[in-house]
Nanobody
Framework: VQLQASGGGLVQAGGSLRLSCAASGRTFSTYAMSWLRQAPGKEREFVAGISGSGTITKYADSVKGRFTISRDNAKNTVYLQMNSLKPEDTAVYYC???????????WGQGTQVTVSS
């Protein structure tokens, strides 16, 4: 599985961005997908995950109520809608795929999100 993330950019605090991650292959719906992020000088952290069917989602406490993960299996794409962005959301965001949300077997390249105060 190859993953291609896009949609990052520079936004002011309180603004919104939508990240997309396009996957190759015909078995996309069998993979759980997640978004992780890594800020400068910090460890990589889990942001959100979604099951293959899209019926199960999980979020880090820091983004609950602000971020929404979704997927379109017909388009082999997973999304991360980010609202009410904060400067502390600034990081490189990675999309990741695996058999479960916890397993991270396939990684896309990161996309930079910068939130200015």
């Amino acid at each position: 599985v190859q993953l291609q993330a896009s949609g990052g950019g520079l936004v002011q605090a309180g603004g919104s961005l939508r990240l997309s991650c396009a996957a190759s292959g015909r078995t996309f719906s069998t993979y759980a997908m997640s978004w992780l992020r890594q800020a400068p000088g910090k460890e990589r952290e889990f942001v959100a995950g979604i099951s293959g069917s899209g019926t199960i989602t999980k979020y880090a406490d820091s983004v609950k109520g602000r971020f929404t993960i979704s997927r379109d299996n017909a388009k082999n794409t997973v999304y991360l809608q980010m609202n009410s962005l904060k400067p502390e959301d600034t990081a490189v965001y990675y999309c990741v795929g695996g058999l479960t949300i916890a397993s991270m077997n396939y990684w896309g390249q990161g996309t930079q999100v910068t939130v200015s105060s």
